[in-house]
């Protein structure tokens, strides 16, 4: 077993070496088992990536790299946008900050020492806030010198987070044909050499977003490159002549920098569409953690009706807390058979598969109140195996605590003792149980492990319902149900259900109880236009919110602001590592079928922005939520510093408790080594080979082999 050894520096992943000071955490996360028998031989997952045979002299042994960043912070956002990337991937690091008195001081100590008569490296790269971040005096100098002459040692990468353009960095100054100036919508373009290295898997043009025309966004510097200096995206001069750089590798004196000369933060467009890349450079492509765009789209009440936005009253008839008094003469919202062969045809033409969460009761009583037959139900049957299903609980009930509805906002049910009323076990149990079954009876293929409740009832409702409802968990672990979704607005991080766990979700802002692009505009205007224009001001008293500056026109505000914007919104999550699903309603289907403008805008953005070796990772709830767990699993292990990582010479090894399974990334081409032979190891993306591994069964390691470079 390889040595552990312990950091007291702030850090996020494994332990790295004895070194004084102070170190923050953060980054990935997974859980796993390991077959009985692995874990009998060992007491610890030895991960081992072998590179091409490289033989060292005795009397000068290779040195050892640990698998770790070491992220020098000066409380900035580009800083932030990069570790914060680390920390997605899984990648561990350790963080000093500049801006405390206490902080190690980095020298030839901190930086490496000797293991076992072996040089270690303590770091296989350096994020820096620009190229010299530590001052011009003595001891700043002191600092600057012992990096270098470690980088060049060890042959460890350093990126300049933001910098402007210089020659200590490779470029011309701007006044000799470049520009500095804000960015905002400026036309990137990653470079022929970009697309070969370490940015291959973006395709397109890389706009600077520009969302506020009346506030700069990103400022930043356009140079010519210098002798040294290749430019891995470009963008043209304005008022000037040809291109100049914004991002390159400055190769110089054995050493190479990542500069960067453009402002960013962790949620800027142009940042997440690099921010792969920027990692894949600092790590030379071999390292902890793995990333992927994961996409999917839960289509809740499939079958059942949803009810209709009353532009008069502005609120729902039906909903509980619509008043008013007037009769409820708007009719429900429900898709036709029309609309289901529409939603085949348009997977078929997008390449995209949607999750149909489904309540099949609310559908058996909508046909009884029509005849006895429903054209839908027999249409969206017989496509069954077009699609994914997700079992919502046979007729959509509140699962919580009984509602109190005489009151508004509605309040839960007290027993004559005091406590709360709640659904029974059985209630629960058996709207999981019907819904299942009548699936299966219908010959449709649905995962027990998975439930979606009805607005994700049951679980903990704000403010009038602070806990789950007891009988929940029970009822759950009755049917089999091992993922239960949430709302990722009210709970982002998945927590267990008695043996279940939670898988968020994350809301589209295409309201369920709209069928028109005219319904969704007037209720948009609703709730984000002041009072003086007409709103419910609810935008001026919620300080997470923002006001229209006017309301939007009812016949173009859909097609023109809501759906660039919710688009927006959505591609965001997807190419920041996010696997959880994002969910509408079956009444989106409808009508004007509101959702398709949303998620052909999101499927050509993404499209027309990546390499197909980078495809979306359109996945199961089940898959979403291991997803989920794993990475819990793997920050935990690492905020402990519980996992040891390092390479010698062309071997990697990675060193875990038993039943963690690790994310590891590794190049094209890398093999496992077998009991007998070997397997292509992983699965590949965005041109790497990446996984959760472990042991296979009778053995205690981890073996890969990677391609000659």
Known sequence: MAPVFGTRLRTSGFTSGST?????????STKGRLGTAAVALTSCALLTAVLPATPAAAADPVPRIDLKVLVVDDGGDSVAAVTSELRSTGVPYSVVDLGDPSRPTINAAFLSDTVSGRPRAKYQGVVLPNEAPFGTDSAGAAEQAALVAYEKTFGVRQVDAYTWAHPGVGLDYTSEGGWAGTLDGAAATVTAAGRTGPFGYLDGPL?????????????GYLARPREGFTSYVDAPVPGGEGRASLLGEYAHDGRRELVVTFAYNQHQRQFRLLARGIVEWLTQGVHLGQSRNYFAVHVDDVFAPDARWDKDRNCTPGDIDCGGGAEDTTPDIRMT?????????????????LDMVYNAGAGEEWKAEHGGTDALTARLVADRAKYRWINHTYTHPFLGCVQNVSVVPWQCAKNANGTTQYMSRAEIAAQIRDNH?????????VDRTELVTGEHSGLKTLPQQPADNPNLAPALADNGVKWIASDNSREPQQRPVGSALTVPRHPMNVYYNTGTAAEMADEYNWIYTSRADGGSGICESNPASTCLDEPLDEQTGYAQYIVPQEARIALGHVVANDPRPHYVHQSNLAEDRILYPVLDRILADYRSLFADSAPLVNQSQRDTGTELSRRAAWQKVLDT???TAYRIGTTVTVQAPNGVVVPVTAPEGTRKQLLLGTSLFGTPYAGRRSAWTAPDLLQSAVTLRLPAV
């Open 20 to 28: 004084r000071g102070s170190t923050r955490g953060s980054n990935g």
């Open 207 to 219: 706009t600077f977003e520009d969302n506020a025309p009346d506030i700069g966004e990103s400022y």
């Open 337 to 353: 058979a029309a609309d289901a062969q529409y939603a085949a045809q348009w997977q078929q033409s997008s390449g995209f598969t």
């Open 437 to 445: 079954n009548w699936a299966v009876n219908k010959g449709i293929s």
């Open 641 to 643: 510093g519980k996992v």
